[in-house]
């Protein structure tokens, strides 16, 4: 985000993340993500993945499993990032609607956070 443009922040309701999550990987597949970080208070920020491409975000429901799994890198064989108890999901947008960012939030604090 270096051009400086205003960036509006949204809560995605926890009840369109199954329908979100397929939109957004239509979307965004192959995408590069700058980086993906983890940050919470006992970990601190640990960086997890640097200029990889986006497979998918997948959401599996209470009922299911209750799980984010975000896939990255080679699309015939990507590494998974599993987020179990999944409580909020943030999008950050740029002024052209664009998504710069991603925050997902567990049960217990810790966020991981893609940032395009």
């Given at each position: 985000m270096s051009d400086h443009s205003p960036v509006t922040t949204k809560e995605i309701p926890t009840e369109s993340w199954e329908?979100?999550?397929v939109t957004f990987t239509n979307?965004?597949?192959?995408?590069?993500?700058?980086?993906i970080e983890l940050v919470g208070h006992e970990i601190g920020d640990e960086p997890l993945a640097e200029g990889v491409p986006l497979v998918a975000i997948d959401y599996d429901p209470v009922h299911k499993g209750n799980d984010v799994v975000i896939s990255y890198g080679q699309e015939a064989a990507p590494t998974r990032h599993l987020i179990q108890a999944p409580v909020r999901?943030?999008?950050a947008q740029d002024a052209h609607g664009l998504v710069v960012s991603l925050e997902i939030e567990n049960q217990n604090g810790r966020r991981t956070i893609l940032s395009f």
């Open positions: 329908d979100w999550c979307g965004n597949r192959g995408r590069l993500i700058s980086s999901l943030r999008q």
